[in-house]
Each structure stands twice: as C-alpha cells, then as structure tokens.
C-alpha cells in the first residue's frame, strides 16, 4: 500500500489462472505476500480466520483480494457479499479477476460493493499487461485508509 507491503489473498480455482497471475506479479516484483486459495469457503475460512487460518498472527488479513467468480463449494458472487457486509473485512478492496464479460455478472459484482471489475484476457501478453496495470493501479497509486499511519 503505497510502498507499505500488505497482502494479497488471490481467490482463484483453476491452477493455471493462479499461476499466470502469481508469475506476473513476481515478474513485476510486486513485494506483498500473495496467498493463493482454490475455493470460496476456504476464501472466507482465510477472511474470518477460521479452520486452518484461525490464527491471525501467521494468516493476516488481506489488503487486497483478487477474487474469481466461478468458484467451487462458494460463489465468488457469495464471498463478495459476505465479505462487505461484515464491518472488519468491508474496507477491503475486493477486485474481480475473472473471464466472465457477461454484463449481468459485472452488475451483479458491482452491486454486491466490488471495488473493480477486470476481465482476464486469453492471450498472454494481454494478460500481463493487465496483471502490470493492476499492480501499477492498485498497489503503486491507489491510497488506502491508514496506508500513511
């Protein structure tokens, strides 16, 4: 956040997306820790700390989250909306990453409080572009509360 690493929870099912997003974010030497999970329960289980993530000290709440839509046991439309009602996780920009262009599931997002809506490419170079616009937007000029504290 502004130079201040934080982490980024990455809510992502398919091994391949994960990996594209996570080689890209190493390529541009994004500092933050990155947490991958592989479905929405386990999604919320990290965000409410519970289960294998009960303890805060070694499972910090995210900075950021970088969520799917398509995702197994909890629609990522479900961990949205779970996760901006409660008042401790709310203030968490939460950015779709997803390839849905479908205009309901982009409506549907934003009135479930996403923060952004980010469709992912198929073709590689314009996925790393757009991982480099995400990084360059959201983690070198976007301001958060208390980012200056």
Known sequence: MNGEPFLILLVEDDPAHAEIVLR?????????RIVHVSDGQEALDYL???????DPKHFPRPGL?????RLPKVDGLEVLKIAKSDP???KIPIVIL????????????????ANSYLVKPVDMPRFASLMQA????????NKFPGANA
């Open 24 to 32: 890209n974010l190493e390529n541009f030497r994004v500092a933050n």
């Open 48 to 54: 409410f700390h519970q289960g294998q993530y009960a």
């Open 65 to 69: 989250v970088l969520l799917d839509l």
């Open 88 to 90: 401790a996780l709310s």
């Open 98 to 113: 997803t390839t849905s262009e479908a205009e309901s599931d982009m409506a549907r997002a934003y009135e479930c409080q």
């Open 134 to 141: 995400f990084e360059f937007y959201w983690l070198d000029c």
